[in-house]
T-cell receptor
């Protein structure tokens, strides 16, 4: 089983629609959770952290369910500029004492005009 | 405050040559991660370094790959005798001291795209 699993997509969504991505992780000792965004041939950039209580940043809402080891990202009123690959990132403290970021393979989103 | 700097951005090597990829972390960051991203795949952890120390190299291939982060200068990822399968984007990330790591994001460089011909 992969450490972090995501539906690779692609998700082709009309502009203005709402889209949701899911991510599951296998390590119950995982400590921190993030969604990163990666544009084509660019570096990943932090979109938002994910907290157990759920958090919202404008049109973006992230949820964490530790019991089910499940993370979600909801994008409302999608814009053309939201087209990108969304990476689910989970961290845990490795045997070497470092925080190890583990990436999902990403979900590709294309917003259609 | 300059971000994470990687160079070169693009590197072409013939099979059997050596590739040296450089990464300068953000100012104030002493922790560096290297990741590899193969075409159409996710980022795979390679190695984690602090200044003058390799902390976790569990993601490094056993042969031909090495990494260092000297006291002075950038972190270097070195690939000897490159093969076509080494063609990928190599990203470096840095973040602050480990004590704050779980609350801090990792900042990525723009990556080095290695092409082996």
């Amino acid at each position: 089983r992969k450490e972090v699993e995501q539906d690779p997509g692609p998700f082709n969504v009309p502009e203005g629609a709402t889209v949701a991505f899911n991510c599951t992780y296998s390590n119950s000792a995982s400590q921190s959770f993030f969604w990163y965004r990666q544009d084509c041939r660019k570096e990943p950039k932090l979109l938002m952290s994910v907290y157990s209580s759920g958090n919202e940043d404008g049109r973006f809402t992230a949820q964490l369910n530790r019991a089910s080891q499940y993370i979600s990202l909801l994008i409302r009123d999608s814009k053309l500029s939201d087209s990108a690959t969304y990476l689910c990132v989970v961290t845990f403290i490795s045997n070497f004492g470092n925080e190890k970021l583990t990436f999902g393979t990403g979900t590709r989103l294309t917003i259609i005009p | 405050n300059a971000g994470v700097m990687q160079n070169p951005r693009h590197l072409v090597r013939r099979r059997g040559q050596e590739a040296r990829l450089r990464c300068s972390p953000m100012k104030g960051h002493s922790h560096v991660y290297w990741y590899r991203q193969l075409p159409e795949e996710g980022l795979k952890f390679m190695v984690y370094l602090q200044k003058e120390n390799i902390i976790d190299e569990s993601g490094m291939p056993k042969e031909r790959f090495s990494a260092e982060f000297p006291k002075e200068g950038p972190s270097i990822l070195r690939i000897q005798q490159v093969v076509r399968g080494d063609s990928a984007a190599y990203f470096c990330a840095s973040h602050p001291d480990r004590a704050e790591a779980h609350r801090a994001e990792a900042f990525f460089g723009q990556g080095t795209r290695l092409t082996v011909v």
